[in-house]
């Protein structure tokens, strides 16, 4: 049972809920910031297969540290200092050996060895 204002809900289970509101919205333009930061990784799998498909015809944005997030993305802009440091689709960003590179392989280590 809920409580009053969610209070019960786990960071988790706030954004799963933040999500669905969203996509039920239909909106054009969608700009999702950290929008799988708190939940487990399977959970995170579960929610880009359903968001890959409804992110077709529109405008995305989304930010995130969890490059699982963002790889199938048409164009990755990689921030800095507040600067574009690097730009790309995922293959072009691995291929360059940058710092997107380097992040990928500190997040992917033992799945690439």
Do not use: C, W
């Amino acid at each position: 049972m809920l409580t009053d204002g969610g209070g019960n809900l786990s960071q988790g289970q706030r954004q799963m809920i933040s999500i669905a509101r969203a996509i039920l919205s239909d909106p054009a333009i969608l700009i999702l910031d950290e929008a799988t930061s708190s939940v487990d990784t399977r959970t995170e799998m579960k929610i880009q297969e359903a968001m890959h498909n409804l992110m077709q015809g529109r405008t995305n944005f989304v930010i995130a540290h969890r490059l699982s997030t963002i790889k199938d993305a048409d164009l990755i802009a990689v921030i800095d200092g507040g600067n574009i440091i690097e730009r790309g689709n995922h293959q072009q960003l691995l291929e360059k050996k940058g710092f997107y590179y380097n992040l990928y392989m500190s997040q992917f280590a033992e799945q690439t060895a």
